[in-house]
Nanobody
């Protein structure tokens, strides 16, 4: 059974940092592109960052330099380090795993909420 379980969200003040984690089970990191998305009420999920099996990273243009995606293969965990948080970063952050070859299975976690407010 595939599971993606996010954690680490919470309430922070503007300018602070936060690390999100996504514990992944049931799949191999080496067969899936891993990514973070975020969603606010009434809006579609927005791409945040991605990490390929080969270690290539990609970020939403507006988030480059503040957010960092990484993984620990020994712990089967994906991370998102967020620095210099702004109120507009407030959202539910979701972890995604997408198989790189057919069948292109696509899995999502339930999300972890992040609120940036003073």
């Amino acid at each position: 059974q595939v599971q993606l379980v996010e954690s680490g969200g919470g309430l922070v003040q503007p300018g602070e940092s936060l690390r999100l984690s996504c514990a992944v089970s049931g799949i191999s990191f080496y067969q899936y592109d891993l990514a973070w998305y975020r969603q606010t009420p009434g809006n579609e999920r927005a791409f945040v960052a991605a990490l390929t099996p080969g270690g290539y990273t990609r970020y939403a243009d507006s988030l480059k330099g503040r957010f960092t995606i990484s993984r620990d293969t020994a712990k089967n965990t994906l991370y998102l380090d967020m620095d210099g948080l702004k109120p507009e970063d407030t959202a539910v952050y979701l972890c995604n795993a997408k198989k790189t070859i057919p069948p292109r299975w696509d899995y999502w976690g339930q999300g972890t909420p992040v609120t940036v407010s003073s």
